[in-house]
């Protein structure tokens, strides 16, 4: 991105930048301020990022239908439980017009629609990526890890407590652990005692706190059955601890994956939906015939997908990260080399064929919890190169008093 800096005139003491010709007002840095805590100049650059998004999305034809801007405005007054009539007077109470509450959601969308189409495709997670950072995952969770039995004695006690009783208690208990015959009969011993509690696994019916969790988790990383650890002394509470049980559970990983090829077409209005649902019909009757491979189709002019020099082919992708509509139609050709029916989206029309899947069907929230945490990095590089990207190209004049 190209900056030119110049001395403020009176003729231009309104304007603050302009960005490949469009001129950025001083009176839209005051009007985001009062609902920021960003200085000017943060501000400024987030306006500036906005300007440019928004006319790369001119140029590449993206638009969002005003039903969309609706529903979305829809969904926000439905959370905070408001009707739009007095959503409409509380922005006009704070200088705002609906008009430009509703532009502003729009441009929201639009600016999601870029950054999805210009990041998300260049995503590609691996399942030797997942089973690494699970791995990470189970090893610093020793809960997640292995199935445990644990004896525990619990003893409480407050600020008045005798801290020579504490003491001498504490030796006692010292001396007594560490000898063969307490190994043998710790519960024996501590069932005597009120704070005595056995704590197993989840399927006996173990329940324990999430606080308590992360302090005996480490306690136990190297503690082997029969080991008995403690006297410890943690929040006003001393505990003694033996490991009856240690075995380490194989926790399955999910796996579900497609490779999809797609022809695309954008639509701008109600009456380019109807034409491209239309031009996809003929092309479907031509698929379904095997006039020609739909590899070939993919490859022809009529067709928007940024894919369409691989012949459609988007390649291996996580089907839950799929939107909504694509995702219903994909559980629809549930198939091998299935074709799908046409169907539309907010930002074009499609039809897809399934080349393939992966499916493991044992189910596993860490495996999903990896996942998510590769891809937020991964969706976070990505955007980061496309913003530098689109910057680079563009050329940004900033006034400056």
């Not at 009456?271 to 070939?296: A, H, M, P």
């Not at 012949?311 to 799929?322: A, L, P, S, T, V």
């Not at 069907?361 to 689109?390: A, G, P, T, V």
């Amino acid at each position: 991105m190209s900056y030119s800096v110049f001395c403020n005139t009176e003729v231009l003491d309104e304007i603050v930048a302009i960005v490949n010709q469009e001129a950025i007002l001083k009176s839209s840095i005051t009007q985001k301020k009062e609902f920021s805590e960003k200085d000017d100049k943060e501000i400024l650059e987030e306006i500036i990022l906005e300007k440019i998004v928004l006319q790369n999305a001119k140029i590449f034809d993206f638009f969002v239908e005003k039903k969309i801007v609706e529903e979305k405005i829809e969904e926000i007054l439905e959370s905070n439980n408001l009707h739009k009539e007095k959503f409409i007077k509380i922005l006009l109470e704070n200088g705002i017009k609906y008009e430009d509450y509703f532009e502003k959601i729009k441009n929201k969308i639009l600016f999601e629609q870029m950054e999805y189409y210009f990041t998300y495709p260049k995503i590609i997670i691996y399942p030797e990526e997942i089973e690494s950072v699970l791995n990470n995952i189970m090893s610093s969770n020793i809960f997640e890890n292995y199935r445990i039995n644990i004896s525990h004695f619990f003893y409480p006690f407050d600020d008045k407590e005798d801290s020579e009783k504490l003491y001498h208690l504490k030796k006692q208990l010292e001396e007594k652990i560490h000898s063969y015959e307490m190994n043998e009969k710790f519960d024996e011993f501590f069932s005597n005692f009120p704070g005595f509690l056995k704590i197993t696994d989840q399927k006996s019916g173990w329940k324990i706190e999430d606080i308590f969790k992360k302090f005996l988790g480490e306690l136990l990383k190297n503690a082997k059955k029969n080991s008995i650890i403690g006297p410890i002394f943690l929040s006003k509470s001393m505990h003694i601890f033996k490991v009856n049980e240690k075995k380490k559970i194989n926790i399955p990983i999910d796996i579900s994956q497609v490779r999809i090829q797609e022809i695309f077409l954008k639509y701008k209005n109600s009456k380019e939906k109807t034409q491209s649902i239309k031009k996809l019909k003929k092309i479907l009757r031509e698929v379904n015939r095997k006039k020609d491979s739909f590899t070939k189709i993919a490859k022809k002019k009529l067709n928007d997908s940024s894919f369409k020099e691989q012949g459609g082919d988007i390649g291996w992708k996580y089907i839950r990260f799929f939107n909504k509509e694509y995702l219903e139609n994909i559980k629809k050709i549930y198939k091998k080399n299935k074709i799908s029916n046409i169907f539309c989206t907010n930002s074009g029309c499609y039809i897809i064929k399934l080349i393939d899947f992966i499916e493991n069907r044992r189910n596993n929230d860490l495996e999903k919890k990896s996942h998510d945490m590769i891809f937020r990095k991964r969706y976070s590089e990505e955007k980061s190169e496309w913003i530098k990207e689109i910057e680079k190209q563009s050329y940004v004049e900033i006034f400056k008093k």
